[in-house]
């Protein structure tokens, strides 16, 4: 059975546009290549005579404007290599958002540790659902389905573990909103939306990962469903 490393795009990912905010700061200690994005923090490495056990909260980060992202998968942790199993620790600070996105090749169990967390999904057959949910809940994303969550709280932060039926590292195992959108001609998106393509001219093109960000306006529900 070939490793789920071998999933993921190997191809030359795109340029981050300079003047797009949400580009990480550099840092000059980060030796990892253009696909896992943020700023790395250092931490603490699973202990090298104790194979089963990892420490997850107190391991590197990945910083965003945001959040943070704290993951064990094949990459680090050797005894998941094949094991299609990987485990995350996400915190998203009050107005933190994880970027909507869909998995092609894995589903996602999320434990709410501590917070409350406003979820949006989009399923086959139009389903759509959006909803709060707090701490102890636990929230499942089937493989290919369109989500996002954040941080509902405006004074605490949000803690959420995910596990992934995939070794592979996140977010090498998903696709993005934004990649997804810079990526279309303006012309398919003002057709498929019913607008002038002028609408769209404010997307920057050519953009990697967001994976976590921050909200810049009040919060919605989105829009309402036709038929409900």
């Known amino acids: 059975m070939p490793d789920d490393r071998d999933r993921r795009d190997t191809g030359v990912q795109p340029d981050m546009d300079a003047g797009f905010r949400h580009r990480p700061a550099p ?72 970027e909507p996105h869909w998995h092609p090749s894995a589903w996602e169990v ?19 659902e959006a909803f709060e949910a707090g701490t102890g809940d636990v929230v499942f994303a089937p493989q290919g389905h369109f989500h996002y969550f954040e941080n509902a709280s405006d004074t605490e932060d949000l803690q959420v573990l995910v596990v992934f039926n995939s070794s592979a590292p996140e977010p090498d195992d998903d696709i993005g909103i934004v990649h ?23 997307i920057p093109k050519r953009l990697g990962r967001v994976v976590i960000s921050r909200r810049t306006g009040s919060a919605d529900q989105g829009p309402t469903p036709e038929g409900r």
Do not use: C, K
């Not at 696909?35 to 391991?59: E, I, K, W, Y």
């Open 110 to 128: 999320n434990y709410v540790i501590s917070g409350t967390v406003r979820w949006t999904f989009v399923g086959p057959d139009q389903t759509q």
């Open 180 to 202: 997804s959108l810079s990526a279309m001609p303006r012309h398919v998106l003002a057709s498929v939306f019913g607008t002038a393509p002028e609408v769209f001219d404010a």
């Open 27 to 98: 840092n000059p200690g980060d030796t990892t290549t253009g696909s896992q994005p943020g700023t790395v923090v250092p931490g603490q490495r699973m202990a090298p005579d104790v194979v089963h056990n990892f420490p997850l909260s107190r391991s590197e980060a990945r910083a965003f404007d945001g959040g943070r992202l704290q993951g064990a998968h094949g990459e680090n942790w050797p005894i998941l290599v094949d094991q299609q199993a990987a485990v995350y620790l996400i915190t998203l600070e009050p107005g933190g958002i994880r």
